[in-house]
């Protein structure tokens, strides 16, 4: 120890540096977490759950009718067919057909329900995107709304 210089290690010198930058990358993480807003309830939630609550009332009409609206995709003729129940045929106040693409909400499109007297409904689909289609039918018939939905897949054009 007199005449020579003493080496020292520097691995303790990093280790406590090393554990000192987590201890540091975890309390700004932690301040940033704490600051974070995480409230579960939106603003208007009393008025979006009536907005759901009417969604519901809808589908449980529909479901109590007698016969069953239809959304039936025909691929040779490129067309969608889109029927309400018997009961209803003649008797609609409004309606929608809403084609929704869960890919794309760009390509969705609202067509009006304009049913023939035999309570259906065909539309062309050779310029909707082939793939994966929600069709929602909306009507409505003495002020009451119901509603009805189904997946379709659309082929490629020409296919």
Same mark, same amino acid.
């Given at each position: 120890m007199s005449g020579k210089a003493r080496r020292t290690s520097l691995w303790p010198k990093v280790i406590i540096g090393y554990f000192s930058v987590?201890?540091?990358?975890?309390a700004f993480f932690?301040?940033?977490? =704490?600051?974070?807003?995480?409230? =579960?309830?939106?603003?208007?939630?009393?008025?979006?759950?009536l907005r759901h609550q009417d969604q519901l009332d809808r589908v449980q009409r529909t479901r109590e009718l007698n016969g069953q609206a239809t959304i039936a995709y025909d691929m040779d003729q490129q067309q969608v067919t889109v029927a309400v129940p018997q009961e209803h045929i003649g008797r609609i106040t409004t309606g929608v057909i809403h084609f929704y693409r869960p890919s794309d909400?760009?390509?969705?499109?609202?067509i009006k329900l304009e049913l023939a007297s035999d309570g259906a409904q065909h539309l062309d689909v050779t310029q909707l995107e082939a793939g994966l289609w929600k069709v929602r039918l909306f009507w409505t018939l003495n002020d009451e709304e119901f509603y009805f939905d189904d997946s379709i897949l659309?082929?490629?054009?020409g296919a």
């Open positions: 987590v201890i540091i990358c975890i932690l301040a940033w977490v =704490l600051r974070q807003n995480n409230d =579960l309830v939106r603003p208007d939630y009393y008025a979006e759950e909400a760009k390509l969705d499109k609202n659309i082929s490629g054009k």
